[in-house]
């Protein structure tokens, strides 16, 4: 192994995140031979088979497994190792990786715009998903902080409020239901539905309410996207369960109708989470100042104005 370079490891590691040298030649900016030529390098070093193709599919084989598990290692050590140097600098550069409930697409990248322009030397790397894989994140230690709504019993984290994210009940704007309040849970509990993936969030406080009435709902259709679930209600296929944010840019069409059911909304908040006895970067703390301190802004929906956005400084931690 002494002749593997990082930029070797760099390839593999993105080989085997999408299970294709293609892509990694892609996201790279390299071409598909010298993609093959740097892994045939790699598994010479190593002495196994990294990859193996079974039809036209791609797997990694056990020790192609195990390298990647020490590959994500030695890239959160560096990023890391990077961060401390900054914050040594006490420069708000390097890099920033967050991952956030899908719920969160209608307002992060929104309000990131202007952090982003007031940090140019920041490095920000986020992605959305669902609540299962930001757990999932959270105990591989990727990210240098995570978003959700749902805080768990069992694990200890540090958290920090950032805002309500209310789960509302949407049909199309003519429904029958539309005009009715009050509207009783069981008599909800009878329309067709539309339900999120299994692992989300947003399904998970659904199924704890329809425990609650010791009732199931009438699934429809299930989908693992907020916006082909409007597009399906839209259609008429059913009702369903959003956050209030995910319509906020409908609101004014008249498209949707929030339905007025017993328990609705859903109370729930976003958090911003890490765990507990991690040392946060400087960037990361000042991104977190940042997001604590435009909470009245991003709860009124307004954009941002980056010329306007205090100054989050933050001495660099001891
Ligand atoms: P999710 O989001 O449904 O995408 O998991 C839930 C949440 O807002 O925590």
Same mark, same amino acid.
């Given at each position: 192994?002494?002749?593997?370079?990082?930029?070797?490891?760099?390839?593999?590691?993105?080989?085997?995140?999408?299970?294709?040298?293609?892509?990694?030649?892609?996201?790279? /900016?390299?071409?598909?031979?010298?993609?093959?030529?740097?892994?045939?390098?790699?598994?010479?070093?190593?002495?196994?088979?990294?990859?193996?193709?079974?039809?036209?599919?791609?797997?990694?084989?056990?020790?192609?497994?195990?390298?990647?598990?020490?590959?994500?290692?030695? /890239?959160?050590?560096?990023?890391?190792?990077?961060?401390?140097?900054?914050?040594?600098?006490?420069?708000?550069?390097?890099?920033?990786?967050?991952?956030?409930?899908?719920?969160?697409?209608?307002?992060?990248?929104?309000?990131?715009?202007?952090?982003?322009?007031?940090?140019?030397?920041?490095?920000?790397?986020? $992605?959305?998903?669902?609540?299962?894989?930001?757990?999932?994140?959270?105990?591989?230690?990727?990210?240098?902080?995570?978003?959700?709504?749902?805080?768990?019993?069992?694990?200890?984290?540090?958290?920090?409020?950032?805002? *309500?994210?209310?789960?509302?009940?949407?049909?199309?704007?003519?429904?029958?239901?539309?005009? *009715?309040?009050?509207?009783?849970?069981? $008599?909800?509990?009878?329309?067709?539905?539309?339900?999120?993936?299994?692992?989300?969030?947003?399904?998970?406080?659904?199924?704890?309410?329809?425990?609650?009435?010791?009732?199931?709902?009438?699934? $429809?259709?299930?989908?693992?996207?907020?916006?082909?679930?409007?597009?399906?209600?839209?259609?008429?296929?059913?009702?369903?369960?959003?956050?209030?944010?995910?319509?906020?840019?409908?609101?004014?069409?008249?498209?949707?109708?929030?339905?007025?059911?017993?328990? /609705?909304?859903?109370?729930?908040?976003?958090?911003?989470?890490?765990?507990?006895?991690?040392?946060?970067?400087?960037?990361? $703390?000042?991104?977190?100042?940042?997001?604590?301190?435009?909470?009245?802004?991003?709860?009124?929906?307004?954009?941002?104005?980056?010329?306007?956005?205090?100054?989050?400084?933050?001495?660099?931690?001891?």
């Amino acid at each position: 192994m002494q002749n593997v370079t990082l930029h070797q490891l760099r390839v593999f590691a993105l080989a085997a995140e999408h299970l294709s040298f293609t892509k990694a030649a892609e996201e790279l /900016f390299l071409t598909q031979p010298t993609v093959s030529m740097q892994m045939k390098q790699l598994t010479k070093a190593v002495g196994l088979p990294l990859f193996e193709q079974v039809g036209k599919q791609l797997y990694l084989t056990q020790a192609g497994e195990i390298l990647y598990e020490s590959c994500q290692r030695v /890239f959160s050590e560096l990023g890391e190792l990077e961060s401390a140097i900054a914050d040594l600098k006490g420069l708000k550069q390097g890099k920033l990786k967050l991952s956030a409930v899908t719920t969160t697409k209608y307002f992060l990248p929104r309000i990131i715009s202007p952090f982003c322009q007031k940090y140019p030397g920041v490095e920000l790397s986020l $992605r959305f998903t669902n609540h299962q894989r930001i757990w999932q994140y959270f105990h591989e230690n990727q990210d240098d902080f995570y978003i959700l709504s749902q805080l768990p019993a069992h694990v200890d984290v540090t958290a920090h409020k950032i805002l *309500e994210n209310p789960l509302i009940a949407i049909a199309p704007a003519d429904h029958p239901l539309a005009q *009715e309040t009050d509207i009783p849970f069981e $008599r909800f509990a009878e329309e067709p539905f539309i339900m999120r993936e299994s692992g989300s969030g947003t399904r998970q406080a659904l199924e704890e309410l329809f425990q609650k009435y010791k009732m199931q709902p009438n699934v $429809r259709l299930e989908l693992g996207s907020n916006e082909a679930i409007k597009q399906a209600v839209l259609g008429g296929l059913g009702i369903s369960v959003l956050s209030k944010h995910a319509i906020a840019l409908e609101q004014d069409t008249g498209w949707f109708a929030i339905l007025n059911v017993q328990d /609705f909304p859903i109370k729930h908040h976003w958090y911003a989470i890490y765990p507990v006895g991690k040392k946060l970067s400087v960037v990361a $703390r000042t991104f977190l100042d940042y997001l604590e301190a435009e909470r009245p802004l991003i709860a009124n929906e307004k954009k941002p104005n980056a010329k306007e956005i205090k100054n989050h400084e933050h001495p660099p931690q001891p």
